[in-house]
């Protein structure tokens, strides 16, 4: 299956799909594309060089976008200038952020405050000729890692929608998206270089975090099933493919990883060609579990049970912990007897009074389910240790914990 695909469009685009704007005397219209699922600015302004950067910030925070005409490279050091703007807090709003909060009521002023900066910053917009090169200059070669985000450049009569039009920061999101997949992120837990690199594609949840992985690099797998030689496992929402991966290279012959998304399956499939894994694992479209059971099922849920912003923060927020849920609710139909479910989950939810334990584990109950153990890892990102960081506090106590799940049966009541 390949990576991206050819889009072909009809000879007309819906209006929700389209930007407007006056130009030379003239109406001028193009693609809309946001990632984020933005809808097409309604105010749009002509800026270059001459733009002073405060002007800039005034006319962003009013809603114009900023559609630019000048050098690309100025550009991006105006979005520079206005990121500083942006996160410098007037007085009076700090004094009110100083003021004891709840840790949920903190989450969501982060989250509504992370919501405005964004919607801020994306007004700086650019124009794309139909084969995603820039009319710019000093502007960069952005049209393959463009395409690895939208496909292949359009196939449409409609000139309105040979060009596009999307804003600098999600431009800057997709260049950088593509280094990361060109380079790749190592797993130590795969080996040795360099056949140890897991390539995020753009959209795709990146392995960054190490401390869920090593989990399951060292947790005690379970015995094959009665009758079978060797062990199965499933990956539900493998995205990157990482977790069958690790599974594979500690031995596990036969492993089905399941993700609905199409950058995902492209990306775990493409990773476990690059391995060198194909013979032991399988990834397919599902909606969390493939037909069968397995002696071992491991899901990496999304850890925060609110709304995710946009598609592409799927990985990180599940509203109403349906994901969590639907895992907890499917498991013990999938697994073979005396088999276990894997779920990896931060505690961060706790502590930001999103989700209790004492809810985690009447979930576990409701479903028939019993905890064998749980293995704890402190993390190790970056921002565990960022005081300045409006959830330090919430961070700071994280723990990511490998719960190790069983079938309650009557042997066990």
């Known amino acids: 299956m390949p990576d991206t695909l050819p889009l072909t469009l009809p000879d007309t685009l819906s209006a929700d799909t389209l930007i407007h704007w006056q130009e030379a005397g003239q109406a001028r219209s193009a693609r809309w594309r946001s990632e984020r699922g933005a809808a097409a600015p309604r105010k749009v302004v002509l800026a270059d060089d001459t733009l002073t950067a405060d002007s800039a910030y005034r006319l962003a925070c009013a809603g114009n976008a900023l559609l630019w005409r ?55 917009l ?17 049209k393959a890692a463009c395409t690895e985000a939208w496909g292949e450049p359009l196939v449409t009569s409609d000139a309105s929608a040979a060009t596009s039009v999307a804003s600098l920061r999600e431009l800057l ?34 392995p960054v975090r190490g401390e869920y992985i090593q989990l399951v690099a ?26 069958a991966a690790v599974l594979a290279r500690r031995g596990v012959q036969h492993i089905v990883g399941t993700d609905m998304d199409a950058r995902a ?29 397995a002696s071992l099922v491991v899901c990496n849920p999304p850890w925060l049970p609110a709304r995710p ?8 927020y599940d509203e109403g912990g349906q994901m969590l849920s639907g895992f907890l609710a499917g498991l013990s139909a999938h697994l073979e007897p005396k088999g276990e479910g894997w779920l990896i989950l931060s505690n961060l ?65």
Request: hydrophobic fraction near 40%; charged fraction near 25%.
């Open 70 to 124: 000048g050098d690309f490279q100025n550009a991006r050091q105006l979005l520079q200038a206005l990121a500083r703007r942006a996160d410098q807090v007037p007085k009076r709003k700090r004094k009110k952020a100083e003021a004891p909060v709840a840790a949920a009521e903190a989450f969501h002023q982060h989250r509504l405050a992370q919501s405005q900066r964004a919607r801020t910053l994306g007004m700086i």
């Open 218 to 243: 060292t947790a005690h797998l379970p015995k094959p099933a009665k009758g079978q030689d060797s062990l199965t496992a499933f990956d539900i929402g493998t995205g990157t493919g990482v977790l």
């Open 126 to 142: 650019i124009e794309f000729n139909a084969d995603y090169s820039i009319p710019l200059r000093r502007a960069p070669d952005v």
């Open 173 to 206: 999101g997709i260049t950088s998206a593509f280094e990361w997949q060109r380079v790749g992120v190592e797993i130590a837990a795969l080996g040795e270089p360099p056949n140890n690199r897991i390539h995020p594609h753009y959209g795709v949840f990146s």
């Open 265 to 293: 399956l492209a990306c775990a499939r493409a990773n476990v060609t690059q391995l060198g894994l194909q013979d032991q694992i399988r990834v397919i479209q599902a909606d969390l579990f493939p037909p069968g059971r």
């Open 349 to 413: 939810a706790e502590h930001l009074g999103l989700r209790s334990r004492e809810a985690l584990l009447a979930l576990f109950e409701q479903h028939g389910l019993r905890v064998i153990s749980r293995i704890d890892a402190k993390p190790l990102h970056p921002k565990a240790s960022d005081a300045s960081d409006p959830l330090h506090q919430a961070r700071a106590k994280e723990v990511t914990s490998l719960w190790r799940l069983a079938v309650v049966t009557s042997s066990t009541l």
């Open 309 to 316: 912003g946009s598609a592409l923060e799927r990985a990180v």
